[in-house]
């Protein structure tokens, strides 16, 4: 099946998620597993980025930018589509400065058929306290993008899945009531393996939305390495379990 190259995102991890099923692989920079290297590390992932592309998968850079204005149309610049510096299919983002101010990567990413995936819930504990606080009676901050999201989907994209995706914890309380609130979004459910998550947990939590999940594993998967025959066959056998537990 092949997958056109000016499809939007959505377009394509659908496409790809029928050959390949929806697991997301995460080359999690952690101190137990690898080593960062600043600026030499970059041009690695600059590298690695265009293997991805080689073999006909997706990049998701899981870098949470947001800023305003200028700043956030230089990292959406250097950052999304083919003609950038890392040349990554989509980024995570985030909206502690309001939604709107999003809007340089939004452009990009509709200039370019690329992917936004907007922190809503995380499964940090740190995290919790802001959002789960209310911006209006029984409206949460988590709630709340959910909605400003979903809007913006239906006004750009219709009925379709639109470039506006969210992260949403695999362990974190309220997924299944976040995941319900985002229909018109891809979801990347980090939280497989190190921090708990299981397959059937990512299948009860996301039951609403199991063809629109990339559930993300990272550490407990790369430390089956660095050999590289026992990495392959953990490789497949997350992508083989996700496929099943969201099927």
Do not use: W
């Not at 921090?195 to 550490?219: C, I, M, N, Y």
């Amino acid at each position: 099946m092949s997958v056109p190259e000016r499809a939007g995102f959505a377009g394509r991890f659908a496409a790809l998620r029928e050959q390949r099923g929806p697991f997301c692989l995460g080359l999690d920079p952690s101190p137990e597993l690898l080593e960062r290297f600043g600026a030499a590390g970059l041009e690695v992932l600059a590298d690695i980025i265009g293997s991805i592309h080689a073999v006909g998968s997706l990049s998701l850079l899981d870098v949470k930018r947001g800023d305003i204005g200028s700043t956030n149309a230089a990292y959406a610049s250097g950052l999304l589509g083919p003609d950038s510096a890392l040349g990554a299919d989509a980024i995570t983002v985030h909206a502690y400065l309001g939604f709107a101010a999003l809007e340089p990567f939004l452009a990009r990413a509709q200039a370019t058929g690329c992917g936004l995936f907007v922190v809503v819930l995380s499964s940090n504990p740190e995290g919790r306290t802001l959002q789960s606080a209310q911006v209006a009676p029984g409206l949460s901050v988590a709630q709340h993008l959910c909605a400003e999201i979903t809007r913006y989907n239906e006004q750009t994209c219709g009925e379709g899945v639109g470039l506006v995706g969210a992260v949403v914890g695999l362990t974190a309380d309220g997924a299944a009531d976040i995941a319900a609130r985002l229909p018109r979004s891809l979801m990347l459910a980090p939280g497989l393996g190190a921090q708990g998550g299981t397959f059937e947990q990512a299948a009860e939590r996301f039951a609403s939305a199991k063809r629109r999940v990339l559930p993300s594993s990272s550490r407990s998967l790369l430390a089956h390495g660095p050999e590289l025959p026992a990495l392959q066959h953990a490789i497949r056998e997350h992508c083989k379990r996700a496929a099943d537990a969201l099927s």
